[in-house]
């Protein structure tokens, strides 16, 4: 097969930030191959209210109107069910948890789902997605880090849809053969996303490696064949959702005795090109266009024809001399995953 296409590529997760790093990044979802995103609301302050969202993507909007943008509002205390009312009559699409301080901007996480029981009951009423950073915080005294702080989560995802059976419920970023086999068990309200670097990477390649690293870790091997397995088989509650997260070079390639470096990878501006690539070296190419669209788009209700857009096709060709590169406007500049390597796949016509 030297050239496949792909029927309107949607990344159902991924983080567009602000200021100039926006402006740079935005345009790289549909450089990518990508015509819908669904943005995470962890910038700085948080987007915790729907006028602050609908503002947030009128500024994405004027940056690349090409893009669909689902919005997506920060689980907060302030977060009323008459907000929850209010976003979903404007369009907002889902409400994304974070457990306190696990990953980038997460500061103002949550500590207790309990306490959001009277959210979640609204959310489930007027059909409004819980995206949920899988993982619990780290602590020593329960034994609890960064490499089974998502196995810790999974009780509290089967004990959400149990408690709200009809409440659509993503499970963000999966890692771990545990995460897979815990979705597969629960209903068809229940979803994951899957990122590309995750199909890549292991924990060994990001011990000591700072471009390889994020939220959630890469796990073991056998993590890893288990993201590609559920992939393989077509399973439509797994789709793709990229993660990806830009951060300035000295932020990301950067720790000090007192401050990590910053956590996330951005896959953005090689993002269909990177998952053919991948998909191929584990015999799953045939999965492509339900992994990065049919799939997610059904689970979302996204679908062109449901919701009157256009469908747009993304053709790519076998090529060699695709070299991911890096990218700078002004004084803003990012790093993409995989910098230097050769994808093998190349966007020729959308």
């Given amino acids: 097969m030297s050239t496949l296409s792909v029927s309107s590529p949607a990344d159902f997760h991924v983080h567009l930030r602000q200021g100039p790093l926006s402006d740079l990044v935005c345009p790289h979802v549909r450089l990518g191959g990508f015509h819908l995103a669904y943005v995470m609301p962890n910038l700085s302050p948080p987007i915790t209210t729907t006028d602050a969202a ?14 669909e943008y689902l919005m997506t509002l920060y689980l907060t205390p302030d977060l009323t069910p008459d907000e929850i009312r209010k976003a979903k009559r404007a369009g907002i699409v889902g409400v994304k948890s974070y457990p306190r301080g696990v990953t980038t901007n997460s500061d103002g996480g949550i500590e207790s789902y309990e306490a959001y029981y009277h959210v979640f009951a609204v959310m489930e009423e007027v059909d409004m997605v819980l995206n949920l950073h899988g993982e619990v915080p780290s602590d020593a005294s329960a034994n609890i880090h960064i490499i089974n702080a998502e196995p810790s989560f999974l009780p509290h995802l089967k004990k959400l849809h149990a408690r709200f059976p009809r409440l659509r419920i993503v499970l963000e970023h999966a890692t771990t053969r545990a ?5 597969k068990s629960l209903g068809p309200t229940v979803a994951c996303t899957i990122t590309a670097h995750h199909l890549a990477l292991t924990v060994d390649d990001w011990a000591g490696q700072s471009w390889n690293y994020c939220k959630p870790v890469a796990k073991f091997p056998d993590d890893r064949e288990a993201l590609r397995e559920v992939i393989r088989e077509g399973h439509p509650r797994f789709f793709l959702g990229s993660d990806s997260a830009p951060h300035p070079p000295p932020k990301k390639s950067t720790s000090s005795p007192d401050h990590g470096c910053a956590a996330g990878i951005y896959t953005s501006p090689i993002l269909l090109p990177l998952v053919a690539h ?13 992994f990065v669209s049919t799939f997610g788009r059904t689970f979302y209700g996204r679908e062109a024809a449901a919701t009157g857009i256009t469908a747009r096709t993304v053709t790519l060709r076998k090529a060699t001399g695709s070299v991911v590169e890096s990218y700078a406007a002004g004084d803003e500049g990012v790093v993409p995953f995989w910098i230097g390597r050769d994808l093998g796949w190349k966007i020729v016509t959308e």
């Fill in 54 to 67: 609908l503002q947030y993507k009128s500024r994405l909007e004027k940056i690349d109107p090409s893009i």
């Fill in 179 to 183: 995460a897979v086999d815990a979705v």
């Fill in 278 to 290: 991948l998909l191929e070296s584990f015999g799953a190419l045939n999965m492509l266009e339900g």
